[in-house]
């Protein structure tokens, strides 16, 4: 049985960074895609990145271009995101995803993990 767990999360500055871990476990061949999704108090959520898990395949949605990395170390079955120049807006509960496919849509994922609060004071 799949099981993806965060952790990483906390409260920063505007401008400093953290480091997000999703360790992974029961996962198959075919769970290829993981992702990292964000959800705001009355937003809906929203794709953040995602990476083939053998391969060199990533996507970031726009407003984290070139502050956000997302990498994975297959050995470890664990996915990170690097978050670096925080600003107040990226203030959302992160969650790591894992499917069959590299998407930016939330419902191709199959499964979740419970979140992670990240918070960017002003």
């Known amino acids: 049985q799949v099981q993806l767990v965060e952790s990483g999360g906390g409260l920063v500055q505007a401008g400093g960074s953290l480091r997000l871990t999703c360790a992974a476990s029961?996962?198959?061949?075919?769970?290829?895609?993981m992702a990292w999704f964000r959800q705001a108090p009355g937003k809906e959520r929203e794709f953040v990145a995602a990476?083939?898990?053998?391969?060199?395949?990533?996507h970031y949605t726009d407003s984290v271009k070139g502050r956000f990395t997302i990498s994975r170390d297959n050995a470890k079955n664990t996915a990170y995101l690097q978050m670096n120049s925080l600003k107040p807006e990226d203030t959302a509960v992160y969650y790591c995803?894992?499917?069959?496919?590299?998407?930016?849509?939330?419902?191709?994922?199959?499964?979740w993990g419970q979140g992670t609060q990240v918070t960017v004071s002003s």
């Open positions: 995803a894992l499917g069959n496919l590299v998407t930016m849509t939330a419902h191709d994922y199959d499964y």
């Open positions: 990476i083939h898990w053998r391969g060199v395949i990533t």
């Open positions: 029961g996962i198959t061949s075919t769970n290829r895609a």
